[in-house]
């Protein structure tokens, strides 16, 4: 089992900066490859960026490509994500996700992610 947690979210403007992290606890997080998904009101879960277990690759939706970046820290156990450029269409729950740990390197937008936090709202104004 891996416990995720995420903080960070909050009212923002738009062009505003934020950053977002994901604490997990359990089983070995760096074995993990780590996402981020979005859901906004009204629409499914998107997939918003990936990284894999050390943190070499990382893979990013088009709509958040150049204005975002995923990032870990395995020695702290937390992933992060940093937005920048905000746009009212960011506005969404933004939850942490983890595979079950077979360091993965490929398809990180497409596997299945076994683990899922509570997610944080994010809502920028324009």
């Known amino acids: 089992q891996v416990q995720l947690v995420e903080s960070g979210g909050g009212l923002a403007q738009a062009g505003a900066s934020l950053r977002l992290s994901c604490a997990a606890s359990?089983?070995?997080?760096?074995?993990?490859?780590m996402a981020w998904f979005h859901q906004a009101p009204g629409k499914e879960r998107e997939f918003v960026a990936a990284?894999?277990?050390?943190?070499?690759?990382?893979s990013y939706a088009d709509s958040v490509k150049g204005r975002s970046t995923i990032s870990r820290d395995n020695a702290k156990n937390t992933v992060y994500l940093q937005m920048n450029s905000l746009k009212p269409e960011d506005t969404a729950v933004y939850y942490c996700?983890?595979?079950?740990?077979?360091?993965?390197?490929?398809?990180?937008?497409?596997?299945?992610?076994?683990?899922w936090g509570q997610g944080t709202q994010v809502t920028v104004s324009s």
């Open positions: 990284i894999n277990w050390s943190g070499i690759i990382t």
């Open positions: 359990g089983r070995t997080f760096s074995n993990c490859a």
């Open positions: 996700a983890a595979d079950g740990g077979s360091r993965r390197n490929w398809d990180l937008a497409t596997v299945k992610y076994d683990y």
